[in-house]
């Protein structure tokens, strides 16, 4: 099985400030662009760091060839910037049930991945989790991030196919995206893989009814993941699945 998880909102609260602050002070560095003064343009909630930076620039009149031609750079002076930022401890922005239900999965003997799909560039989201505490739990080279792609929809795939062997991605009935945002949901459906959402972040369970599974917080979750991750249910493991029907359906890899 593959599973994974959003970070802001899902498994960390209240971890955000020193990223806003880095992706504006990028915007003003790269594009002269002060998105303080703009209000309150983007909700980002579920959005990908390109995503927001691109609504943003937008409204401030950027064109989209120069915000195409700079994406790169503002990536890595957002990047530079949150390194500098960042508090040195973040343990107290792990929701709760959080490091019960990660330890949990670490003692199971199926096969199970874990891995991070966020919005987020990825070396943001790696230093968060490092500094919160619970990086450890996800392996280098597995998930998908903002710094993948800019529509949130296609990380799923990215994911998949960096979790799979021998060239073949993790089937879609072996992955599971677990989020708290309906965007979180809907990336999931872009791709055909289920969805398990937790009512910790900005949405209430009644906006996250589209999900396979819906619970209030990560402890909640454990046993709908018992259920999913028993032997029986984990015969389509990534490495050892036939992936060839679904790239038949998708062409995705």
């Known amino acids: 099985m593959l599973l994974l998880f959003d970070i802001d ?8 400030e ?11 560095e790269v594009h002269g662009v002060d998105a303080d003064a703009l209000g309150p ?23 989209a060839d120069r915000i195409d031609e700079l994406a790169s750079t503002l990536r890595q002076v957002c990047c530079r910037i949150y390194t500098e930022l960042a ?27 874990l891995g991070l799909l966020t ?12 500094r919160a505490g619970i990086g450890s739990h996800f392996a280098g080279g597995q998930g998908a991030f903002g710094s993948d792609a800019e529509d949130r929809a296609a990380l799923p795939a990215i994911a998949r196919r960096r979790a799979g062997s021998r060239g073949n991605p993790c089937t879609r009935q072996s992955t599971i995206v677990i989020g708290d945002t309906p965007r979180d949901i809907a990336c999931a459906r872009a791709d055909g893989v289920r969805c398990f959402a937790v009512a910790s972040g900005p949405f209430p369970v009644a906006r996250l009814g589209e999900a396979d599974f819906v619970a209030e917080d990560a402890s909640a979750l454990k046993p709908a993941l018992e259920e999913t991750i028993s032997p029986s249910a984990s015969d389509t493991a990534c490495a050892s699945s036939d992936p060839r029907s679904d790239r038949a359906r998708s062409g995705a890899g």
Not at 88 to 110: F, I, K, N
């Open 9 to 16: 909102g899902t498994l960390l609260s209240g971890a955000t």
């Open 18 to 28: 020193a990223h806003r602050e880095a992706m504006h002070a990028a915007l003003r």
């Open 41 to 63: 343009v983007v909700e980002p909630a579920g959005r990908t760091d390109p995503e927001i930076a691109r609504v943003i620039l937008l409204d401030a009149g950027i064109s």
């Open 87 to 113: 508090p040195d401890d973040l343990s107290h922005t792990v929701l709760p049930g959080v490091r019960e239900l990660l330890g949990w999965l670490a003692e199971q003997h199926h096969s199970i991945t």
């Open 119 to 130: 919005g987020n560039y990825e070396p943001i989201a790696r230093l968060k989790l490092a």
